[in-house]
């Protein structure tokens, strides 16, 4: 089984609307860590945001916030305001077992292509 | 000053030829990792290191093996390369997670885009 899905291959959006990118995972580890990442052409990646499984509150950081709902183990990225830089790819990544460990592994999903329209 | 650079940045090879990728930073970071990127799959995970001599097995680590001799240095070799090794490779490092669980994130290199003809 996938430990993260990411359902939509390509995502649309007008320039200056709001997007959300869909991101569910399954662990069993009561302790782990959700990213998202962004891709653009020129092939960087680029960390966006960061949520604890155990954060109450959740994650934002300027124009991006992450809907992390524990109970239905998913992890939306939404970005506000989308500008035309923000087309690109966006990955969610988890880490599990952030409680102690002898790796810190990230595991992706496929990823979803974000095209910003003017 | 990038913390963590990739060489080379591309290459091309032929098959059955032996390739090493290499990464070097200068954060001191414990972990590292590597991973190649393909369309459709995301980023892998091929092998990681925990430290100096101490590597272990990603999700697709069959043709690759990997070294740490240094803090500093995470080679990555493809003993007999075959096309299906075309891709792209990133490495990473991260430090660890804190008692919190927090962590500054994980920092990825350029990326090697490694073809085999």
């Known amino acids: 089984a996938q430990k993260i899905t990411q359902t939509q291959p390509g995502m649309f959006v007008q320039e200056k609307e709001a997007v959300t990118l869909d991101c569910t995972y399954d662990t069993s580890d009561p302790s782990y860590g959700l990213f998202w990442y962004k891709q653009p052409s020129s092939g960087e990646m680029i960390f966006l945001i960061y949520q604890g499984s155990y954060d109450q509150q959740n994650a934002t950081e300027g124009r991006y916030s992450l809907n992390f709902q524990k109970a239905r183990k998913s992890a939306n990225l939404v970005i506000s305001a989308s500008q035309l830089g923000d087309s690109a790819m966006y990955f969610c990544a988890m880490r599990e077992g952030t409680s102690g460990g002898s790796n810190y592994k990230l595991t992706f999903g496929k990823g979803t292509l974000l095209t910003v329209n003017p | 000053d990038a913390g963590i650079t990739q060489s080379p940045r591309h290459k091309v090879t032929e098959t059955g030829t032996p390739v090493t990728l290499r990464c070097h930073q200068t954060?001191?970071?414990?972990?590292m990792y590597w991973y190649r990127q393909d369309p459709g799959h995301g980023l892998r995970l091929i092998h990681y290191s925990y430290g100096v001599k101490d590597t272990d097995k990603g999700e697709v680590s069959d043709g690759y093996s990997v070294s740490r001799s240094k803090t500093e240095d995470f080679l990555l070799t493809l003993e007999s390369a075959t096309s299906s090794q075309t891709s792209v490779y990133f490495c990473a490092i991260s430090e660890s997670a804190g008692v919190a669980g927090r962590i500054h994130g994980y920092t990825f290199g350029s990326g090697t885009r490694l073809t085999v003809v």
């Open positions: 954060e001191n970071h414990r972990y």
